[in-house]
T-cell receptor
């Protein structure tokens, strides 16, 4: 079945620095690549996504880059702020699995003021 | 999302008891999902449904059951066969026509054993 891995599992940065989280997947038929943010005790919320016909997408301080050949995509957060502290999950999906979704194990980001 | 309502927010189960978690959505989404989240862990898929009257097992379906009689409702029953049910349960939905759409989550139900 689909294998999804996230790295690192924990990331600590100083406020204002950049953070990068990588998601590696095994299903070459994956065509949808979202990132979700979950604050403590809250629901996960989509923060950015990309589809397989695009290599990069940016939304203010957040960007996602996709390398379909290597089967990985990354979340980039620039000028980090304390409110960026949360757990981030990737959840690639594609035609092979249909609607079945495998989430990565999550990356806990700490932004130190 | 305001469009997905999970209830109750907290639930306690006694030994040998079945309990049902409610999930209702008014987003007109065809697909709905149930996930289990243990402390400090990721989301694991229990069941999902792409359309009314149809549902599929996820990775950890044992000890759980679901029904999908209405488009807007996808209740999850935690049966007595689930020996370690204490967790945070999240319901989600997405547009059902294609799989490349985001999931929208409810606020979750915390289930504990008495």
């Amino acid at each position: 079945g689909e294998n999804v891995e996230q790295h690192p599992s924990t990331l600590s940065v100083q406020e204002g620095d950049s953070a990068v989280i990588k998601c590696t997947y095994s299903d070459s038929a994956s065509n949808y690549f979202p990132w979700y943010k979950q604050e403590l005790g809250k629901r996960p919320q989509l923060i950015i996504d990309i589809r397989s016909n695009v290599g990069e997408k940016k939304d203010q301080r957040i960007a996602v880059t996709l390398n379909k050949t290597a089967k990985h995509f990354s979340l980039h957060i620039t000028e980090t702020q304390p409110e960026d502290s949360a757990v981030y999950f990737c959840a690639p999906r594609g035609n092979t699995g249909g609607f079945k979704t495998i989430f990565g194990a999550g990356t806990r980001l700490f932004v130190k003021a | 999302d305001g469009g997905i309502t999970q209830s109750p927010k907290y639930l306690f189960r006694k030994e040998g008891q079945n309990v049902t978690l409610s999930c209702e959505q008014n987003l007109n989404h065809d697909a709905m999902y149930w996930y289990r989240q243990d402390p400090g862990q990721g989301l694991r898929l229990i069941y999902y449904s792409q359309i009314v009257n149809d549902f599929q097992k996820g990775d950890i379906a044992e000890g759980y059951s679901v029904s999908r009689e209405k488009k807007e409702s996808f209740p999850l029953t935690v049966t007595s066969a689930q020996k370690n049910p204490t967790a945070f349960y999240l319901c989600a939905s997405s547009i059902g026509t294609v799989s490349n759409q985001p999931q929208h989550f409810g606020d979750g139900t915390r289930l504990s054993i008495l």
